[in-house]
């Protein structure tokens, strides 16, 4: 079973379109994330939440908007689609307290064309 | 948080250990030192943290100096299949914000 399930893996779409990606844990973690990770590799948070209440907002285009259905749930919603979005998209999990690991999916690769 | 260095690169021949140096040197008493690596295409996996005191589990140890300034993850005897980038943060306890910088890239060689 996997413990942080994301989909779809591969997205490719068209400048303009909306989209979203889910992402679900069965680790019954408390607090859940979406990371971007760029051409350049690097590994951004962009979202935190915790008991399905927004902790972290990174300077974020207001395109980009979570939803978090319950605690195992966080989506991912992205309007009006740019070219600079592509990227591949982690979503991960954690228990909040002391010593948190942060478990991650396996990644959605968004391609904007 | 405190501000982590890593080598971008580093190369180990397969069967040998495999030492991976991160200097914190502003870390504070509080934080904690995490290791974390990504193989191609994959998420992040969790490797090991620690505080103050040297820790090892199945994956790997962790060294951490008398004055925490600076850490170094050990891979005992490294595989084709640690071949990765490996990730240093330092993060307060129960704090949320888990970042990553560039991390070393790690290539285990026959």
């Known amino acids: 079973d996997t413990a942080v399930s994301q989909t779809p893996k591969y997205l490719v779409t068209q400048m303009g379109n909306d989209k979203s990606i889910k992402c679900e844990q069965n680790?019954?973690?408390?607090?859940m994330y979406w990371y971007k990770q760029d051409s350049k590799k690097f590994l951004k948070i962009m979202f935190s939440?915790?008991?399905?209440?927004?902790?972290i907002n990174e300077t974020v285009p207001n395109r980009f908007s979570p939803k978090s259905p319950d605690k195992a749930h966080l989506n991912l919603h992205i309007n009006s689609l740019e070219l600079g979005d592509s990227a591949v998209y982690f979503c991960?999990?954690?228990?909040?307290?002391?010593?948190?690991?942060?478990?991650f999916g396996s990644g959605t690769q968004l391609s904007v064309l | 948080d405190a501000k982590t260095t890593q080598p971008p690169s580093m190369d180990c021949a397969e069967g040998r250990a495999a030492n991976l140096p991160c200097n914190h040197s502003?870390?504070?008493?509080?934080?904690?030192v995490y290791w974390y690596r990504q193989i191609h295409s994959q998420g992040p996996q969790y490797i090991i943290h620690?505080?103050?005191n040297n820790e090892t589990n199945e994956m790997a140890s962790l060294i951490i100096t008398e004055d925490r300034k600076s850490s170094t993850l050990i891979l005992p005897h490294a595989t084709l299949r640690d071949t990765a980038v490996y990730y240093c943060?330092?993060?307060?306890?129960?704090?949320?914000?888990?970042?990553f910088g560039a991390g070393t890239r790690l290539t285990v060689k026959p």
């Open positions: 680790l019954g973690h408390d607090t």
């Open positions: 991960a999990s954690s228990q909040r307290g002391s010593n948190e690991k942060l478990f």
């Open positions: 943060i330092v993060r307060f306890s129960n704090n949320n914000d888990m970042r």
């Open positions: 939440y915790n008991n399905k209440e927004l902790i």
């Open positions: 620690g505080l103050k």
């Open positions: 502003t870390i504070s008493g509080n934080e904690y």
